[in-house]
């Protein structure tokens, strides 16, 4: 089973989409662009939804829902969000469809044309702003602090399952806020929300900055990020944050009376992170075998696989397994016991090895005697023996160790591909070997964009704590007060 | 406050719209027929997606995404499926935008202009059937009990606030079966399910029975449903499951080997209920003073009001309703302490009535002095003085009786406004009044017609577990063996 992905490699591409659709994450549908996500994948998106819905609520959110649709000429109000975004975006134009007069299925019925086109919404910050219109009248209705789960639409050219798909979930925070300090504030808040939710759920590591003037979302004064390293050296955008001014409050004219009894524009903020999160997710910790999935995450913490060799022993390996399922379900642990008869345990290993189940038991006949079970960690591929003594308190320690485990690998690499280069020679040679260059930048966006188009590396962020030092741009040799990080990005 | 409501008597829609809008449970969009749930509507939802979904699951469903956007041909390959679905819908044709050559903001690129129009799903049948070709091939991959949470468009001339808007938030069950008893045991189940949360959660009493001829999704073989009664006497279909026989394996081709070792087509099943569940609530409980929530769905359960005279009053009685509110909270109550200084007491009384919270606890400086508690009842308006002592666990008795005294109005209503009727004329001066009209029927779609066209009333249901009784249909005095439920419906 495990034998036909490839490996990373041979074709690090071709073995991610191997991994996305072996596993039963995800797969392409009949819709160009767009993805099924399979129940597997789908349990593992549920549980990001659960973590960052409970962290979004403490931190006084609420959900609400929005339209689907945007009438077009909502993005042409504010003049660079339509830029970015009122392009490449799918379209409706009619209502109603009719039997083809000739007789050939369906056809579109060209007397029910909308008036104004529909947008599938790419992103919703012109529908919400325009609705906040009416909510927002005085200080004391701020701040509205409101996030909505939901699809959205952008028709890419080229499409990655998770990656960059047309249709994607995602989760999108819409705020408003009396002060300019106090959007800021939110807008970093969330920020740490993404930071702490990446490393501590994903065991992912970031890297938090702002994003260059080029980068910036379309409509954002400025961009927070976070940005993750995969296996093959690329960087990856796990999540925004844009404080945005009162661009959006002017472009919907959203007024307020402030505590000093004036009117003033609304300031904004909006943050997101979606079903990309899942390709970071894979492509931080899984090997050639399958996908690895940090516990917290995993629909199935545990898969517990009988070993026999007759209907006695089978019989006596499930009461025991069925046991130990209990036990360790007692401690909120997920477990699976897999008693397929129809399967011998070697498939069964290679299944959730590919399927990325932290950890393994078996149980055969010689555990029965010796009360033991071996336990197999998914991370590290080691086995060791475990007297069932007590063993929900071991496997509980086991998960976490894992949870740690591959952070603290995904770190390191990160750390061994991070890379302080000084020179423009070297700095070409480095990017194209993959990880972050830490390199002195102008501050320009001509020589950002020069960077790009020699190397296809893009600024990642400028860090926000910044660690000044003083250096000279790779690329013009002009001065720098301080390193940006560099990288290819997905 | 809720002055502002229009009483029921008086115009009774108008009632329902000033309700929905005034408790900020949703408002009309500026998209034609597509609404926004506010953060306190949404809260209700959220509550009623948290218990349905983990009925799904403890019943062995997964959740899965498919698609937003499906083929326009897909539609066309199940007959009476594109008769009923694909006609009022949103058809997007292009994917591009572009600036307006003559400078006017942005127009539809026609160099963008799909091969085949995509029609934005009003069910899913289609494209989750055309994915489950590759996902079955024998017995060993059924059933397949896939659920998912979505949203879908029907383009619908007349809308109204949750009954019936052109977008609307829904889950929608899609299982495939190896026989045709299991699927239809699937479909009764979920029907089962569908009953069990409306009257044990939204403390609606419902009907079960299965649709007529006429009333039967486009597409399916029988189409079960469960039917409550609005205030105003009007039906409201409130959830439907459908077994859909083999039309939608036979229209994707969907075969599979079955355990004889031969070729056979799926048996189907889909089912789903919608925010639409939003609009029945509040049609079944609410009065003239606002909303009326069931406390299992209400996001705030408990409301504490402070009643003082100054600002030593208001620290003592915080203190206390502080000290009330962990006490609360430690039963997994939800509470909330209104501390606005901005606002009297009964304004915030009023708001909270609008707002349905089932129980609202005043504290004043003779509560404190008396150890006691002003506890006032929503479903019936009533109020008593309780101590404080142990006051959690009367708090939370409270919450289940009006949790069942409100299941018990509505049953009452209902029986009261149930009628057995067995002559034409009688029918149609019952059905004029409102309530379900249990009379006999010839079964056949033209009598059902000719009722419709003359009384507007449609058969709501045929009762499942039956009532056999023998007699003449009222409208063409053939003979009939049950009853049928009759009524208008929203």
Redesign the interface.
């Given at each position: 089973m495990a034998k036909e992905l490839t490996s990373r490699e041979d074709n690090y591409s071709q073995w991610y989409n191997d991994l996305v659709t072996k596993a039963d994450l995800a797969?392409n549908?009949?819709?160009r662009g767009?993805?099924?996500?399979?129940?597997y994948g789908?349990?593992i998106w549920?549980r990001m939804q659960q973590a960052l819905d409970k962290m979004f609520k403490d931190t006084g959110h609420?959900?609400?829902?929005?339209?689907?649709?945007?009438?077009?000429?909502?993005?042409?109000k504010e003049a660079s969000h339509?830029e970015g975004f009122?392009?490449?975006?799918?379209?409706?134009?009619?209502?109603?469809?009719?039997n083809d007069p000739n007789g050939k299925?369906?056809v579109?019925d060209e007397d029910a044309k909308l008036e104004e086109?529909?947008?599938?919404r790419p992103t919703s910050e012109t529908?919400i702003w325009?609705?906040y219109r009416d909510w927002i009248q005085s200080y004391?209705d701020l701040p509205l602090l409101?996030n909505q789960w939901?699809?959205v639409?952008r028709?890419e050219m080229r499409t990655r399952l998770f990656l960059r798909t047309a249709?994607f979930?995602w989760q999108e925070g819409h705020t408003a806020h009396a002060t300019k300090d106090e959007a800021i504030a939110e807008a970093e808040q969330m920020l740490r929300v993404y930071a702490e939710f990446a490393e501590e759920w994903m065991a992912v590591p970031v890297l938090r900055g702002v994003k260059s003037p080029n980068e910036r979302f379309a409509g954002a004064v400025e961009t927070y990020c976070i940005e993750a390293l995969m296996q093959d050296g690329k960087a990856l955008q796990a999540g925004t944050s844009h404080f945005l001014g009162q661009n959006f409050a002017k472009a919907f004219d959203v007024k307020f009376l402030n505590k000093e009894n004036k009117q003033d524009f609304v300031w904004a903020t909006s943050w997101g992170v979606s079903t990309r999160l899942m390709g970071a997710l894979i492509m931080s910790h899984s090997d050639d075998n399958g996908l690895v999935l940090p516990p917290k995450l995993a629909p199935i913490q545990v898969v517990i696989v009988p070993i026999y060799k007759n209907d006695e022993q089978y019989e006596l390996i499930s009461d025991k397994a069925t046991e130990i399922k209990k036990a360790l379900e007692t401690k909120g642990i997920r477990v699976k016991y897999d008693g397929r008869t129809?399967q011998k345990p070697g498939y069964k290993f290679a299944e959730w090895e590919l399927k990325g189940v932290p950890l393994r038991l078996a149980i055969g006949p010689r555990d029965l005697e010796n009360n033991t079970v071996e336990v197999a960690r998914r991370d590290t591929l080691e086995k060791e023996s475990l007297y069932q003594q007590n063993l929900e308190q071991k496997v509980a320690n086991l998960l976490e160790q894992i949870q740690k485990n591959l952070f603290q690998k995904a770190l390191d690499f990160r750390n061994e591909n991070t890379f302080k280069v000084d020179n423009w020679s070297d700095f070409k040679v480095r990017i194209e070997k993959g990880g972050f260059v830490m390199a002195h930048w102008d501050g320009t966006s001509e020589t950002e964009q020069k960077i790009k188009e020699e190397t296809k590396a893009t600024i990642r962020l400028i860090p926000i704590e910044g660690y000044p030092e003083e250096g000279n741009c790779i690329y013009s040799g002009k001065p720098s007060a301080q390193r940006v990080y560099f990288a290819r990005a997905y």
């Open positions: 797969e549908s009949a819709v767009c993805m099924v996500i399979k129940p789908y349990g549920e609420e959900n609400a829902y929005f339209p689907l649709f945007i009438p077009k000429s909502f993005f042409s339509v009122a392009k490449e975006c799918a379209v409706v134009t009619h209502y109603r469809l009719k299925g369906i579109v086109e529909l947008i599938v529908i325009d609705t004391r409101i939901a699809n639409v028709w249709e979930l129809t």
